[in-house]
């Protein structure tokens, strides 16, 4: 039974910086990838980043890049996600994903997802 577990999101000032972490338990993804995602109200779930866990490559969306940072503990079986510079349009639940095919990296096709953590960003 694989378990994600998000922590980290909270409410935060435009211009502000938040970590976000997700364990993994259950199984490794020591071949998959490991991605984040974020859903807005009224919005549909998007990709945010992701990495593939045995080589390390990172994707980010175009609206986060330069701003957030995916990161992975193989020992720790956790990846982060540091978010500077948030920006009010950054509020919404974010999502942790895991999958053992790394082909998903960018896609919602994951296997396995977290519960979600909130973040607020106040103008």
């Known amino acids: 039974q694989v378990q994600l577990v998000e922590s980290g999101g909270g409410l935060v000032q435009a211009g502000g910086s938040l970590r976000l972490s997700c364990a993994a338990s259950?199984?490794?993804?020591?071949?998959?990838?490991m991605g984040w995602f974020r859903q807005a109200p009224g919005k549909e779930r998007e990709f945010v980043a992701g990495?593939?866990?045995?080589?390390?490559?990172?994707y980010y969306a175009d609206s986060v890049k330069g701003r957030f940072t995916i990161s992975r503990d193989n020992a720790e079986n956790t990846v982060y996600l540091q978010m500077n510079s948030l920006k009010p349009e950054d509020t919404a639940v974010y999502y942790c994903?895991?999958?053992?095919?790394?082909?998903?990296?960018?896609?919602?096709?994951?296997?396995?997802w977290g519960q979600g953590t909130q973040v607020t960003v106040s103008s």
């Open positions: 994903a895991a999958d053992q095919r790394s082909w998903v990296v960018r896609t919602t096709g994951y296997a396995h």
């Open positions: 259950g199984r490794t993804f020591s071949t998959g990838a």
């Open positions: 990495i593939k866990w045995s080589a390390g490559s990172t």
